[in-house]
């Protein structure tokens, strides 16, 4: 166990023994919603997780510490930090060395995970190519992340707000498996259908589990992404939400937004836009990804590596 992490008393066990863990990322509760509704959520995604059978492995960075696995009051204290920054591959050993408070991101979490010996981590959606990067050249580190660090990330695809098809055209080119979950066509986030034909279909965390083991045999590193659609009750239908998108992206090219602003500005215009709407099936999805996160990593527990 690398001596920069700090685990949990029960993820700890949980390692100890072999069972099932499953990563979560911590921006959605510094960055994605306001106290106390985004303790609940954090609450309700670990609960969800421990009854599938597996143990919730919450990461952030608290006072320089990398905590993979959060106490219920380390949680409670996370959740009404106002100053955290938000952490991906390029800050996350600043926030240690500065003894800084900050929540990661899909590649801070992936990093994190990978060192504490994490395989699976639930997320809503995962960064890529931002609209207009053929220019601005914004391209998020999760891509670079996936290709390089052996966690399954189970997620509703990439964000809406992103240029879907270069997104799974760079995953394509760096060689990390996109899996689509019982469905031929790749999820786009808050909507079931991006008209991206899935890669790879699979239709069990089973035969996902065999898939993994058997990369590992073969010594092919990186991850893998699993786009888990939300049901057809719970999506909003890409004509609605494309319209949201196209007016936040007109509002953030009025006011200059750009760089690391983009993807919360554009979020958050989007919820209001949505009159909240878009947060509540961000939510949703969540809960959809932890939960078949959770059964991946029960069927990895049962598949030890060679």
Do not use: C
């Not at 959606?125 to 998020?140: L, P, Q, R």
């Not at 809406?160 to 999820?187: H, M, N, Q, R, S």
């Amino acid at each position: 166990m690398n001596d920069m992490i700090q685990l949990s008393p029960a993820v700890s066990e949980a390692l100890r023994f072999g069972r099932a863990v499953v990563a979560l990322e911590s921006t959605i509760i510094t960055h994605g919603m306001p106290w106390p509704r985004n303790l609940e959520m954090a609450r309700e995604v670990e609960a969800l997780i421990r009854e599938q059978g597996a143990e919730p492995a919450t990461i952030a960075v608290i006072d320089g510490a990398l905590h993979v696995g959060l106490t219920d009051a380390q949680l409670e204290a996370l959740a009404q930090t106002r100053d955290a920054l938000k952490l991906s591959r390029a800050d996350l050993a600043y926030a240690v060395a500065a003894k800084r408070t900050g929540s990661t991101t899909v590649a801070a979490t992936m990093i994190a995970a990978k060192l504490a010996g994490v395989e699976v981590f639930a997320t809503g959606g995962i960064g890529g190519v931002h609209k207009g990067a053929e220019t601005s050249f914004d391209i998020s580190a999760d891509l670079d992340e996936l290709s390089q660090t052996a966690v399954i990330v189970v997620s509703a695809g990439a964000k809406a707000i992103l240029d879907l098809k270069k997104t799974f055209e760079v995953l394509e080119t760096k060689g990390v498996p996109v899996v689509g979950y019982g469905v031929d066509e790749l999820p786009a986030f808050w909507s079931r259908r991006s008209g991206i034909k899935a890669p790879i279909r699979m239709d069990t965390p089973d035969a996902i589990a065999d898939f993994q083991r058997v990369r590992e045999r073969l010594e092919i590193t990186g991850g893998m992404l699993i786009a888990n659609p939300l049901t057809e009750e719970l999506e909003i239908d890409g004509a609605t939400i494309g319209g949201w998108i196209d007016a936040a992206l007109a509002d953030a090219d009025a006011q200059g937004i750009e760089g690391k602003a983009t993807t919360p500005f554009l979020l958050q215009r989007i919820f209001e836009l949505s009159d909240g709407r878009s947060l509540a099936t961000n939510i949703d999805l969540v809960r959809s990804n932890a939960r078949l996160a959770a059964e991946i990593a029960v069927a990895l527990a049962k598949r030890p590596k060679a």
